[in-house]
């Protein structure tokens, strides 16, 4: 593979939002294979996210450029010359996997938000664009209900506050798919979405069963160098070793990312630790769904028999792939300060659901026993009186219509201000299974895409509402 960035050969370089930076290709060596892109029959924009876009300087496009970049993936000027399937080895459903790997995606491009030198380092990353060496017996893509469900789960989640990876691009891709959990032939896509890294866990755990200390150690270094967070506390123990900081960073961010899923009332449904990166972003959605009802055991997958990633288990499921994490660390730091760290867990999510519960709630953020005092009275009304979470958040905004109980609990909270014409309409915002499938049946049975156009405006302007979202946990400068 040709480690060279590609030269500057596109309109898109002048774009002064626009700053390649292939900061992984220093461990492309040892951390993925080129890929191939396939070779589609055909290519229809569906999505394109130009707000997401814009903020790395790519909004610009001509649909011509945008099938050329996003279809056919010519690479993006001073950036990966060729696209990197990454390996990773891996827990699903808690039994270990050493076969997998990108396997129907690639890295394709690593850009800086807002084109600054010290902006955000973001990939752009594919799913269903082609076969790579770690496919096995499958065929590399993506149907095009997969990916309406993806732009789905993404704008919902970042509207409610979640530190998402945000769908970039759809695009048909005229194949046809034959599954087994879709009516078949099924229509083909290709997508890409934007991420703030693809480095997961499974990353680690792959270089700790293949005995790698040296890329390990290179491996840490890039993560604290390219997603920097802060430092562990004062009386950490061997809080100076680069690998106990990187795990103090992670557990902060994963015990964060499972208050968000719980505030938002969101299931996952394949919470393996091929699915976890480390900077505590969600991405990679499949059978994810939004509760109906305040219910623990409500689970997404309909493989999920035993309920391991059930809606109430998902914070113990994140806990446990910091563990997994803290294991292959064991390469480079000793038990006692990563175990240190991940008892941080529990406090961290605690305090983490009373923030953003207040946060959809409309209230100023009080203590941390006051706030848990209100999660608990709102969490016992959801459940005895059968509310869609959706709706309780939004008829409670600011404190409004409590009674009883409940209304004591808010007593002392601020609510802010609320006086977006949101909060006053009777159409309150939720993305449960029925309407998902009213959507996909018009894109299906007539290529009608007004009802998801219409839902996205409806679900950006529901974030808007809501007002500034809280800051994702674990991330800054260190020192």
């Known amino acids: ?30 951390l993925g294979d080129p890929a191939k892109p396939a070779d589609f029959p055909a290519a229809t924009v569906r999505f394109r996210n130009d707000l997401a876009a814009s903020s790395v300087g790519l909004d610009k496009l001509s649909d011509e450029e945008w099938i050329r970049h996003f279809a056919r993936f010519e690479p993006l000027p001073e950036n990966i010359p060729q696209p990197l399937a990454l390996k990773y080895h891996g827990h699903q459903f808690r039994v270990y996997n050493p076969e997998i790997g990108d396997g129907r995606g690639f890295l394709f491009a690593q850009v800086r938000e807002g084109g600054s030198d010290d902006g955000r380092l973001l990939d752009l990353g594919t799913k269903g664009s082609g076969t790579t060496p770690y496919s096995r017996t499958a065929d590399g893509r993506l149907t095009l209900k997969g990916g309406v469900r993806e732009i789905l789960a993404t704008e919902m989640l970042e509207a409610l506050g979640v530190n998402t990876s945000k769908t970039f691009s759809i695009i048909e891709t005229g194949e046809k798919l034959y599954r087994n959990d879709e009516p078949s032939p099924a229509r083909s896509s290709v997508m890409v979405r934007l991420s703030h890294s693809h480095i997961r866990i499974g990353t680690f755990q792959r270089l700790l069963a293949m005995e ?24 950490a123990p061997d809080r100076e070793n680069p690998a106990v900081i990187l795990l103090h960073q992670v557990v902060e961010r994963l015990a964060d990312l499972a208050a968000s899923y719980m505030v938002a009332g969101f299931v996952h ?66 038990s006692e300060p990563l175990l240190n760290a991940m008892n941080r867990f529990g406090p961290l999510y605690m305090a983490a659901v009373g923030r953003r519960w207040c946060w959809r709630l409309g209230i100023e953020s009080r203590d941390e026993a006051s706030n848990a005092t209100l999660v608990a009275a ?102």
Request: a negative charge; proline letters at 8%; hydrophobic letters at 35%.
């Open 1 to 30: 593979m040709n480690g060279e960035p590609q030269p500057a050969t596109s309109a898109i370089a002048p774009n002064p939002h626009y700053r390649a930076d292939p900061a992984l290709l220093s461990l492309a060596e040892w």
């Open 212 to 235: 790698q200390q040296d890329e390990m150690e290179q491996l840490v270094s890039y993560c604290l160098t390219h997603f920097p967070g802060p430092i562990p506390p004062e009386d």
């Open 378 to 479: 709102c969490e016992k009304a959801l459940r005895e009186d059968g509310w869609q979470p959706d709706g309780f958040f939004h008829q409670h905004r600011g404190g409004r219509n409590a009674s009883g109980e409940l209304a004591e609990a808010f007593a002392g909270f601020v609510p802010k201000a609320s006086d977006h014409h949101y909060w006053s309409e009777t159409d309150v915002q939720s993305m449960l299974i029925d309407e998902v499938e009213t959507i996909w049946d018009a894109i299906a049975q007539n290529d009608d895409w007004s009802l998801l156009e219409d839902k996205i405006a409806a679900i950006r302007r529901m974030g808007q509402a809501h007002g500034t979202q809280p800051a994702p946990a674990g991330h800054g400068t260190c020192g």
């Open 269 to 334: 449904g394949v919470l393996n630790t091929d699915n976890m990166n480390i900077t505590g972003e969600s991405f990679d959605y499949g059978p994810w769904r939004f509760l109906p009802t305040w219910d623990p055991g409500f689970t997404a997958a309909y493989f999920d028999q035993g309920g391991l990633y059930a809606f109430g288990r998902q914070p113990e499921a994140l806990h446990w792939n910091c563990g997994q994490l803290a294991v292959a660390l064991r390469m480079l730091a000793d």
